[in-house]
């Protein structure tokens, strides 16, 4: 094997952002192991960089699954370069319709699986000196959507958290960094599960959920496309050092420049009239 062929792990990696971030690695000669409930397609390479992708069945909720793969990733190539955790899930609904069980679904995989993802990475990246850890949070972690607040709770969540873990690892020559994508064309609107009380006509919210949630989805199906986000990922694991956080597109940017100085009591009315 090339010693000079990187490799990274990619979770969430069977559609949308994931997907895109694995093919684009696969043609800059990455050894790609995309990771997903599933397992994904066939193996998958290109001839002319030498790269690849190999899929792998893996559910980063579960240790046992998460260890299996990291170890068959070191018999194989005896080292691990990144890891980019991108699988995550939605749940749409008002707060007070949003049952434990719902509310511990949505967290699992955007948080707590996303940490355990890390964790696993954490040890193999300390024995070699170096490694690299990327994970898509969202704009939604700096801006709190309604409808969507636990969503935007377990993604502010994972931002706050990879800053903290920024901090413990840089003496182990680990770098971190934070992908806050805005409205994206993927599969992950189709996929957006709603609170069961929320889907009544009795529920207080529901007409103003509906409408909410219309917006969100008529806003993501016009976003960025997959691949562009990708891009901008892929640039940074790429780099020799990764920049701390990485907003894609030029509008979100400005979004978050101008949450540093609006006051709170505007954001949130603002919020409220487009939500």
Do not use: W
Request: proline share 4%.
């Amino acid at each position: 094997m090339n010693t000079q062929t990187q490799v990274v792990l990619v979770t969430g990696a069977s559609s949308g952002i994931g997907l895109e971030v694995a093919r684009q690695l696969m043609e800059k000669g990455v050894c790609v192991y995309a990771g997903s409930r599933r397992g994904g397609e066939p193996l998958k390479s290109d001839h002319g960089s030498k790269g690849e992708i190999i899929p792998v069945k893996m559910d980063i909720n579960k240790t046992e699954d998460l260890q299996a793969v990291l170890t068959r990733i070191i018999q194989e190539k005896q080292k691990l370069d990144a890891v980019i955790c991108n699988a995550g899930n939605g749940v749409a609904g008002a707060v007070e319709d949003t049952s434990e069980e719902e509310l511990r679904y949505q967290m699992e995989t955007n948080f707590f699986g996303t940490v355990k993802t890390v964790q696993a990475c954490l040890p193999v990246f300390r024995k070699q000196g170096y490694g690299k850890i990327m994970v898509t949070s969202s704009i939604a972690s700096l801006v709190p959507i309604p409808y969507q607040a636990f969503y935007s709770a377990g993604k502010s969540a994972i931002y706050i958290f990879l800053q903290a873990l920024a901090m413990e690892v840089k003496p182990f020559g680990i770098q971190c960094c934070n992908v806050l994508p805005g409205d994206t064309k993927t599969g992950f609107t189709s996929a957006r599960r709603f609170t069961e009380k929320s889907q009544s006509a009795e529920s207080p919210y529901a007409r103003r959920l509906k409408k909410s949630v219309s917006k969100m989805e008529k806003d993501e199906q016009n976003g960025m496309s997959a691949s562009f986000v990708a891009r901008k990922m892929v640039r940074q694991i790429m780099r020799r050092h990764m920049k701390p956080v990485v907003v894609p597109g030029l509008l979100y940017k400005l979004i978050c420049f101008v949450l540093r100085i609006v006051p709170n009591r505007l954001k949130l009315f603002i919020l409220r009239i487009m939500y």
